[in-house]
Every structure is written in structure tokens, then in C-alpha cells.
């Protein structure tokens, strides 16, 4: 992610213009082995690798999840979802960053015609978002590394 | 001596920062889970972004600001490579 994608001026730039931006380690104790992804290349990850151990997560102020990215993204995929985020915060939230009228089906069926839309190739992508429905929203303080990483599951 | 050289030498490039360890800073918002600050590491990441100095920070900026939070959620301590 450091790498690619963060490195794409065009992801840099929608997300410093659309986003406050925080990382948050909910598991500090644990330890990894160094170069974990050694030899793994800088181009050659396959989306979602990595999804029990980083995600991006997009969430309300209070901390309401829309949308979860588990694992490494390529830049293509995480600027069509960042339109994709964009469009859903203006279909379930008012000005005031609160769930409007309605917000329940507007959520469920935008991840559901977003999952509908994606092509082949990009399953994984598609199994987050059809997991991801408005009964399972959830606060960001109840996410761990198991959910987001059970999000790209096959079914 | 010429130890003592070095750690000039570092001190002016303004390094530092490299010597911050990646160990969670106190957080302002006890409810929050995980933390966030300005550690080298993380603004190295992605240097043009500017990273909240804790979840409270970025909360509270979004909600003046009206956006969204978006979380780089971390699960342990990866080395800087594999982030």
C-alpha cells in the first residue's frame, strides 16, 4: 500500500480533499516477521492480500462503518471505490454527517448494485460488498481483524 | 568523537524522526479503539496526507468539515517494508 497506491497522486489527492485521515492499530501487541512480503515485488500483490492485517476503513465521524477495503488495493480499484464511498455518503447521510431517512435501503442496495456491477476478476471485491449490508453495520470500535478479513472470504 | 559526529550530522537532516519507534502514542479518546499520531513512520507513509494526531482529532475534524473518517487500520506491528 505504501508503495503503490498511496504513492498514485490521483488516490492521494481524492483522499486528502474527501477524507480526515487517522490509522488506528487495534491489535498492538501483536508482532509480525520482518519483510513479511518479501519477494512479493512492488506491482505484483493481488488485491487483498494482506486482509487480516491492514484495511482501509471509511467511516461517519461517529464511527458508523460505510466501507472497509481489507488488504492491499491497486490504485484502479481503491479510486473507484473512493467514487464509490463518495456517492454512498451522499445517498445515506444529510450535511450533517447523519443517516437520513431512508439511509438503511439506500446503504443495502448501493453495496448491493455495486457488488451487481463488477466485472470478472474482481469476486473478492464483490464478496465485501455484499457482506457489507446495513444489518451489519457496525461501530468501528466492534471491527476486528477476523471481520475485515472474513469480508473476502469465497462463499 | 566520531560517533558524536554522526548523531550531529543526523540531527541536522532532521533525522530524528527516524528514530521514533513504532510504539502507539497516548490517545486522547479513551473509547476509541487502537491510536493514531504522528509517528515518523506513519508520516513517512504517505507524506502529502495530513495524518490526524489521534482518532479524536480526525473525528472531530470531520464532523466541522463535514467528511468522512477514513481509518488505516492496522493489526500489529508490521516493519515498515511489508506496510
Redesign the interface.
Known amino acids: 500500500?505504501?508503495t503503490v497506491s498511496?504513492?498514485d497522486p490521483e488516490v492521494?489527492a481524492r483522499?486528502?480533499e474527501?477524507?480526515?485521515?487517522?490509522?488506528?492499530?487495534?491489535?498492538?501487541?501483536?508482532?509480525?516477521p520482518?519483510?513479511?512480503?518479501?519477494g512479493q515485488g512492488r506491482l505484483h500483490l493481488r488485491n487483498a492480500t494482506g486482509a487480516?492485517?491492514?484495511?482501509?476503513?471509511?467511516?461517519?465521524?461517529?464511527?458508523k462503518v460505510?466501507h472497509v477495503l481489507p488488504g492491499y488495493w491497486d490504485p484502479r480499484t481503491i479510486l473507484a471505490e473512493l467514487d464509490f464511498?463518495q456517492a454512498l455518503?451522499d445517498a445515506v447521510l444529510d450535511?450533517?454527517?447523519r443517516f437520513k431517512a431512508g439511509a438503511p435501503e439506500a446503504f443495502d442496495r448501493m453495496h448491493r448494485d455495486r457488488a451487481n456491477s463488477l466485472g470478472a476478476g474482481s469476486e473478492i471485491l464483490r464478496n465485501v460488498h455484499r457482506r457489507l449490508t446495513w444489518e451489519a453495520l457496525r461501530r468501528?470500535?466492534d471491527?476486528t481483524?477476523a471481520d475485515?478479513a472474513a469480508l473476502v472470504v469465497n462463499d | 568523537m566520531k560517533k558524536f559526529g554522526i548523531l550531529a550530522a543526523a540531527l541536522l537532516l532532521g533525522a530524528p524522526a527516524a528514530f521514533a519507534q513504532c510504539t502507539p502514542q497516548p490517545v486522547e479518546d479513551s473509547a476509541s479503539p487502537g491510536e493514531s499520531g504522528p509517528l515518523a513512520k506513519w508520516d513517512r507513509y504517505v507524506e502529502t496526507f495530513t495524518w490526524s494526531a489521534s482518532v479524536l482529532q480526525a473525528r472531530q475534524a470531520a464532523a466541522r468539515n463535514r467528511k468522512l473518517v477514513l481509518y488505516f487500520m492496522i493489526s500489529g506491528n508490521l516493519d515498515e517494508e511489508s506496510c
Open positions: 500500500m505504501r498511496f504513492l492521494r483522499v486528502a474527501r477524507f480526515e485521515c487517522a490509522w488506528i492499530n487495534i491489535d498492538p501487541q501483536r508482532r509480525y520482518p519483510g513479511l512480503y518479501k487480516d492485517n491492514i484495511a482501509l476503513i471509511f467511516a461517519t465521524p461517529d464511527r460505510l464511498v455518503r450535511d450533517r454527517t468501528l470500535d471491527w481483524r475485515a
